[in-house]
T-cell receptor, first 113, second 113 residues
């Protein structure tokens, strides 16, 4: 497709379980970002990948959160031992270059029960 | 730490009115500023991107201005329509490596027919 895609669109999980969220960026985009949007915190940055450089993980809220980007394309955000406060919409974005316009996917709505 | 504030948090106007949404940021050392639109349950759509060296950008009925030294941006919407109803988000990127965005809390706009 032409845009950023994310899967699943919705995920309900029990507290303590691990979840994986997937992002397919726009083809050719070297930069990829994960953000989280929650009612109490608004939209906040989580992690940033640029080409083959080490990711900027400065926004990850705890060590239960991790992300990888394979082959410079698809990215997976993993949340281990989920907590109720992890419930949010997780948004992925990509850009053609490091400082370029960011294009967002539709998000994954995560609900931890 | 960069902080972005948007005023008002919510706005309701009759169709046809011109309106202004405000965004302020605390650290003027930004690389660029973006305005996004978010419809309920959807991802973000980029409306306008202003580089730090620019003063304004226009797209159709939208005009965004940037005063970097005073830490302010405005989004002007001319001749508002019910289809403009959405949440509008302002975001800035830092003036250093990486392009993670810091978002404001958004302005929820309702345009009444």
């Amino acid at each position: 497709g032409a845009g950023v895609s994310q899967s699943p669109s919705n995920k309900v999980t029990e507290k303590g379980k691990d979840v994986e969220l997937r992002c397919d960026p726009i083809s050719g985009h070297t930069a990829l970002y994960w953000y989280r949007q929650s009612l109490g915190q608004g939209l906040e940055f989580l992690i940033y990948f640029q080409g083959n450089s080490a990711p900027d993980k400065s926004g990850l809220p705890s060590d239960r959160f991790s992300a990888e980007r394979t082959g410079g394309s698809v990215s997976t955000l993993t949340i281990q031992r989920t907590q109720q406060e992890d419930s949010a919409v997780y948004l992925c974005a990509s850009s053609l270059a490091q400082a370029g316009q960011q294009y967002f996917g539709p998000g994954t709505r995560l609900t931890v029960t | 730490k960069q902080e972005v504030t948007q005023i008002p948090a919510a706005l309701s106007v009759p169709e046809g009115e011109n309106l202004v949404l405000n965004c302020s940021f605390t650290d003027s050392a930004i690389y660029n500023l973006q305005w996004f639109r978010q419809d309920p349950g959807k991802g973000l759509t980029s409306l306008l991107l202003i580089q730090s060296s620019q003063r304004e950008q226009t797209s159709g009925r939208l005009n965004a201005s940037l005063d970097k030294s005073s830490g302010r941006s405005t989004l002007y919407i001319a001749a508002s329509q019910p289809g403009d109803s959405a949440t509008y988000l302002c975001a800035v990127s830092p003036n250093n490596a990486g392009n993670m965005l810091t978002f404001g809390g958004g302005t929820r706009l309702m345009v009444k027919p």
